[in-house]
């Protein structure tokens, strides 16, 4: 059984975390911003 990831922001899936991860920062830029609207 492979473990699947999948995004928080949307709907993509990984097969691995590492995947997970660049596709977070590369497509949502990270920040730990899901709800937190920082407006600078
Ligand atoms: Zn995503």
């Known amino acids: 059984m492979a473990e699947e990831y999948s995004c928080p922001y949307c709907e993509s899936i990984f097969e691995s975390k ?4 660049k596709h ?3 497509i ?3 920040s ?4 937190g609207s920082k407006s600078s």
């Not at 590492?18 to 991860?21: E, H």
């Not at 730990?32 to 709800?35: A, D, F, I, T």
């Open 18 to 21: 590492d995947d997970l991860s």
């Open 24 to 26: 977070i920062d590369r």
């Open 28 to 30: 949502h830029g990270d």
């Open 32 to 35: 730990g911003v899901l709800e």
